[in-house]
């Protein structure tokens, strides 16, 4: 069967598994990259601010303090050139007044509130018209100020000291607003680290299930073909690597269903082809077992015994594969009535009573009185099939147990041997389709291992189970607990 050519199958093309794991991972760390990013900005913005803030407002205390010194030294200058009227006194005067002119204009170019620039621009102006008094009066190098002229000075100073105390309190005032700048950085921060890490978190749950969602899908198609049957189409979605996985599988699932389809057609076919001889023989067999046509010998005799106890043994051989086909074939339909499950024990009994000779096996019965309402025919071959397993590995001369009671609206049958028992790493196996023990050599065919499996298909139709309970001295091989409900109708 070719891959390409299987209908009722689509392929989901989406990149590869590499490709997905690497998106994924770009898209993961997206919102990591965004917090980084928006932080170092954050960070490098309030950086750049607070130290522009700092050195204007340092710059400007500091002209504010030069400003002062400039003005203190102008008026010892004044005052020394008019006690001793020296030209390098008044020289000295006019550098000091240079200097003090350039701080102004410096100070000047900071970003200043308005209340700053109108304290300095008042200073300057009241500084200029002292100046001109003194050009006037220095104009024959005679220097003479009134007492009032030599006062401004102290005027001018104590506006410099106020510009100098306004100016550190600006910066008391720009350094709480940049603490109060600090905290909001980090307020904001804290908010992207903790959008992004569960953004993040919430992408990566989302892509991992996204990437083990096709995966599980392969392997809940893997656990339908072992447990569910070949009948369900399998289509993944996902990468390409694993829609190709799953192209496979569906190329498996056909050609297991088509397989499966063969063997039951096969085993359709081989237990009808056997039933109609098998029948024709045991027929053949009981006429010579009753001597019609003549007395038999004892040796002749043996070989018919033998000849029967192997009818029996292929015939339920052959019904079992019978019955197995039509369990998987179709849905199991129970036909309730009610009836009496001792007599149905009884019967079964009976039915094996010539194997039981053989072996010389005595069965054991605690039976009580016990009305069902379930399929008769699906339990005695639930019933059949538990006791012939007992009878198959029960030694020559061994007991056979048959328990039959009710309790809480459950019939409890227990079937238990005097045979080797079953280990307990084949326990799980039991009840499997096919699955067959080591048969003992007293036993001549060799079961379908299909006897058990029907039992527990059958078992579960009608709600009950099957347990194995430890063995005991009475009772040293298999010992099989069915429970099955009384009325089936109310369950």
Same mark, same amino acid.
């Given at each position: 069967m070719n891959k390409s050519n299987i209908p009722n199958y689509k392929i989901f093309v989406i990149g590869s598994l590499y490709q997905w794991a690497l998106a994924t991972f770009v898209i993961v760390t997206l919102p990591l990259i965004f917090a980084i990013i928006y932080s170092v900005i954050e960070v490098s913005n309030y950086?750049?601010?607070?130290?522009?803030?700092?050195?204007?407002?340092?710059?400007?205390?500091?002209?504010? @303090?030069?400003?002062?010194?400039?003005?203190?030294?102008?008026?010892?200058?004044?005052?020394?050139?008019?006690?001793?009227?020296?030209?390098?006194?008044?020289?000295?005067?006019?550098?000091?007044?240079?200097?003090?002119?350039?701080?102004?204009?410096?100070?000047k170019s900071n970003e200043l509130n308005q209340n700053l620039i109108g304290q300095l621009n008042s200073l300057q102006q009241n500084e200029s018209l002292l100046h001109q008094k003194i050009l006037r009066h220095s104009a024959n190098n005679q220097l003479t100020l009134a007492k009032a002229d030599l006062n401004t000075f102290d005027q001018l100073t104590s506006q410099a000291r106020?510009?100098?105390?306004?100016?550190?309190?600006?910066?008391?005032?720009?350094?709480?607003?940049?603490?109060?700048?600090?905290? @909001?950085?980090?307020?904001?921060?804290?908010?992207?680290?903790?959008?992004?890490?569960?953004?993040?978190?919430?992408?990566?749950?989302?892509?991992?299930?996204?990437?083990?969602?096709?995966?599980?899908?392969?392997?809940?198609?893997?656990?339908?073909?072992?447990?569910?049957?070949?009948?369900?189409?399998?289509?993944?979605?996902?990468?390409?690597?694993?829609?190709?996985?799953?192209?496979?599988?569906?190329?498996?699932?056909?050609?297991?269903?088509?397989?499966?389809?063969?063997?039951?057609?096969?085993?359709?076919?081989?237990?009808?082809?056997?039933?109609?001889?098998?029948?024709?023989l045991k027929e053949g067999t009981n006429l010579l077992a009753e001597n019609v046509v003549g007395e038999l010998n004892a040796e002749q005799q043996e070989i018919i015994r033998l000849m029967k106890l192997s009818n029996i043994t292929i015939y339920d051989l052959v019904e079992n594969l019978l019955e197995y086909q039509k369990t998987i074939s179709t849905q199991t339909e129970l036909n309730q009535s009610?009836?009496?499950?001792?007599?149905?024990?009884?019967?079964?009994?009976?039915?094996?009573?010539?194997?039981?000779?053989?072996?010389?096996?005595?069965?054991?019965?605690?039976?009580?009185?016990?009305?069902?309402?379930?399929?008769?025919?699906?339990?005695?071959?639930?019933?059949?099939?538990?006791?012939?397993?007992?009878?198959?590995?029960?030694?020559?001369?061994?007991?056979i147990g048959l328990t039959l009671k009710t309790q809480s609206n459950l019939v409890q049958l227990t079937v238990e041997d005097q045979g080797p028992g079953i280990n307990e790493k084949i326990k799980p196996l039991i009840f499997k389709d096919f699955y067959q023990g080591i048969s003992p050599q007293s036993w001549n065919?060799?079961?379908?291992?299909?006897?058990?499996?029907?039992?527990?298909?059958?078992?579960?139709?009608?709600?009950?189970s099957i347990d194995l309970l430890q063995a005991n001295k009475k009772f040293c091989g298999a010992r099989f607990h069915l429970l099955i409900p009384t009325n089936l109708s109310s369950q």
């Open positions: 950086t750049q601010k607070s130290q522009k803030t700092l050195f204007q407002t340092v710059n400007s205390t500091e002209n504010s @303090r030069i400003i002062l010194d400039r003005l203190i030294s102008m008026e010892r200058s004044i005052r020394q050139f008019q006690v001793l009227n020296e030209p390098d006194i008044f020289s000295s005067y006019q550098d000091h007044r240079s200097k003090f002119l350039t701080v102004v204009k410096s100070l106020l510009l100098l105390t306004e100016g550190e309190k600006r910066v008391g005032i720009e350094a709480n607003s940049l603490s109060k700048i600090a905290e @909001r950085v980090l307020q904001r921060l804290v908010y992207s680290t903790f959008i992004s890490i569960p953004l993040a978190l919430l992408l990566g749950l989302t892509f991992v299930h996204l990437l083990t969602r096709p995966i599980k899908g392969i392997g809940q198609a893997i656990r339908n073909l072992g447990e569910e049957g070949f009948e369900q189409p399998i289509s993944i979605k996902g990468p390409h690597d694993l829609t190709e996985i799953g192209l496979d599988l569906e190329w498996l699932r056909q050609k297991l269903n088509r397989l499966e389809y063969e063997k039951q057609q096969f085993i359709r076919n081989i237990s009808h082809e056997l039933k109609t001889p098998l029948a024709t009610v009836f009496e499950l001792a007599p149905l024990l009884e019967r079964i009994v009976t039915e094996y009573q010539l194997l039981l000779r053989s072996k010389n096996i005595t069965v054991i019965r605690n039976v009580s009185s016990v009305k069902v309402n379930a399929d008769y025919d699906k339990l005695k071959i639930i019933i059949s099939n538990v006791f012939s397993n007992a009878l198959k590995f029960s030694p020559q001369g061994s007991t065919v060799k079961g379908s291992g299909l006897g058990l499996a029907l039992v527990k298909h059958y078992l579960d139709a009608h709600n009950g």
